[in-house]
């Protein structure tokens, strides 16, 4: 089934985005969504959204830079989302053809209704670019000043991994790393079991590796945490949709220092399995933040990086 096109725009104003809501005629009527339609024959992707915004919400459009492609299949169709996001336009949106438009906070997108595709266009709204694991460390107290000095130079998400440390030491050092990262709305999540969300019930969500993502049949944690699974094949992949993953790691795009000998998949084949993927995908493995640009080019949310991000 070939796809058809679709561009979707993020129009996006501070901390909120707008929406429109679906009308009784419509599929999916009563639902949110995000503005756009489909691309017409020979048409780019950022033409489509400049002409679907002055028909539908009366607002002049520029500078729409892509922020994810989902490719989605219902049972007679298949549609891939090309989503764009500005913050340049001119005039106020309202509803040319009878919609309610509303600006709303990107926090509170996770509360409303949706058509079940724009789940990974929320996702990544709600995830920063730059995902940082933690590294190696003395003690408690110096990976919390690590982690301070990483949140003081704009780390908003972070993987806590400290697989030296017994479950005690980690919920101890856990549970202060979440607080000082709560203290600059970053989120943290931790490398591990999803039974550790019972014993820190304010972390943000869980890393799952790959090698125990098989041990699940359906999600295993609760829908108001983060799931993030890391994955090296399509079958990992496969079975990270399965489990209604948040967003995944794809690695290695590069060769690592951890696992020297082992080739990266490099940026193509990369960009390849992201176009299969309809939620956020990290670029995983030699990254550092000068990759970031890179990545986002083949479609990747972000990088995500030990050496990269976590201090010296």
């Not at 989605?72 to 549609?79: E, L, Q």
């Not at 997108?109 to 933690?134: Q, R, T, V, W, Y």
């Not at 690590?146 to 919920?171: M, P």
């Not at 041990?215 to 983060?226: S, W």
Request: contains cysteine; charged residues 20%.
């Amino acid at each position: 089934m070939a796809y058809t096109e679709i561009a979707i725009g993020v129009l996006k104003r501070g901390n909120t985005v707008c929406l429109s809501l679906r009308q009784s005629s419509q599929s999916f009527a009563g639902l949110w969504e995000f503005p756009g339609g489909k691309v017409e024959a020979g048409e780019s992707i950022e033409n489509a959204l400049k002409r679907e915004f002055l028909e539908e919400l009366a607002v002049e459009t520029s500078d729409w830079k892509p922020l994810i492609t989902i490719p989605w299949r219902y049972p007679t169709v298949a549609v891939r989302l090309n989503v764009y996001i500005t913050e340049t336009f001119e005039g106020e949106p309202h509803g040319n053809e009878g919609q309610k438009v509303a600006w709303t906070s990107i926090t509170e997108l996770a509360n409303m209704s949706f058509p079940e595709a724009n789940k990974g266009i929320i996702m990544a709204l709600l995830l920063a670019d730059k995902l940082m694991i933690s590294g190696g460390f003395e003690n408690q107290e110096d990976a919390l000043q690590r982690l301070q000095i990483a949140l003081d130079n704009g780390i908003r998400l972070c993987q806590l991994r400290a697989k030296n440390l017994t479950e005690d030491e980690f919920v101890s050092l856990a549970a202060k790393a979440i607080k000082l990262g709560h203290d600059y709305q970053a989120k943290i999540l931790l490398n591990g079991r999803p039974e550790l969300l019972e014993l820190l019930p304010d972390a943000d969500g869980v890393q799952l590796a790959s090698n125990v993502i098989f041990d699940y049949q359906t999600r295993p944690i609760a829908k108001n945490k983060l799931l993030g699974i890391s994955t090296h094949t399509s079958e990992e992949v496969e079975q990270a949709l399965k489990l209604e993953s948040d967003f995944i790691l794809l690695s290695p795009v590069k060769e690592t220092s951890s696992h020297p000998g082992v080739p990266g998949i490099g940026w193509q084949k990369f960009a390849d399995a992201v176009k299969a993927v309809p939620i956020p995908v990290f670029a995983l493995g030699g990254m550092k933040p000068e990759d970031l640009e890179q990545a986002k080019k083949s479609g990747a949310q972000g990088v995500a990086a030990i050496s990269g991000f976590w201090p010296n």
